[in-house]
């Protein structure tokens, strides 16, 4: 079955380190790749996406993500953490429709 | 523009009451989505319309009715629903549906649903 994993139900950073969150799939080909951002009682909002190409891919608020088909994962990486990045993160796989990972909560510590 | 509207933003309904959701965007996108999300889940795929034919039923209870009057246009009708109904309900839209290339889902910021 087609699934998408997030090991981490929560990560803690302080400002201004690094961020990386990890997300491992499941499918029987490459899927389409997503990660969106949630804040609280808001709609999901699309961070970058990968379709195919360039494994490394930027998106929106300065987030990347590195696609490795041999590791199946789609990694969500920020050079520098703001306190406004404190939500929960999705990552998601498409196929014949897109399925969810079960969500990282971040938080950010001043 | 890649903005999905949803109204209302909050609902309150009783288990006897009718009421509707209703999901808006002017992509110009082929593919609408209904998703329920409960607190601190993942969204869950409720229906997909496909060029306004519903294409996908995640075998949702028939109380909860769509409907897809044109291109533009989502409308999630409610009707005796139940306490556990409660939940953040997601439209989203994409240019084209599942499975016809590549694309990406733009969601509307939600409607908050309480039954009580």
């Known amino acids: 079955a087609q699934s998408v994993t997030q090991p981490d139900i929560h990560i803690t950073v302080s400002e201004g380190a690094s961020l990386e969150l990890r997300c491992n799939y499941s499918y029987g080909a490459t899927p389409y790749l997503f990660w969106y951002v949630q804040s609280p009682g808001q709609g999901l909002q699309l961070l970058l996406k990968?379709?195919?190409?360039?494994?490394l891919v930027q998106g929106i608020k300065g987030f990347e993500a590195e696609f490795k088909r041999s590791q199946s994962s789609f990694n969500l990486r920020k050079p520098s953490v703001h306190w406004s990045d404190a939500a929960e993160y999705f990552c998601?796989?498409?196929?014949?429709?897109?399925?969810f990972g079960a969500g990282t909560i971040l938080r950010v510590k001043s | 523009d890649t903005e999905v509207t949803q109204t209302p933003k909050h609902l309150v309904m009783g288990m006897t009451n009718k009421k509707s959701l209703k999901c808006e965007q002017h992509?110009?996108?082929?593919?609408m989505y209904w998703y329920k999300q409960k607190a601190k889940k993942p969204p869950e795929l409720m229906f997909v319309y496909s060029y306004e034919k519903l294409s996908i039923n995640e075998s949702v209870p028939s109380r909860f009715s769509p409907e897809c009057p044109n291109s533009s246009l989502l409308n999630l009708h409610l009707h005796a629903l139940q306490p556990e109904d409660s939940a953040l309900y997601l439209c989203a839209s994409s240019l084209t549906p599942p499975g016809t290339g590549t694309y990406e889902q733009y969601f509307g910021p939600g409607t908050r649903l309480t039954v009580t």
């Open positions: 992509m110009g996108h082929r593919a």
């Open positions: 998601a796989a498409q196929g014949n429709k897109l399925v």
């Open positions: 990968y379709f195919s190409g360039d494994t």
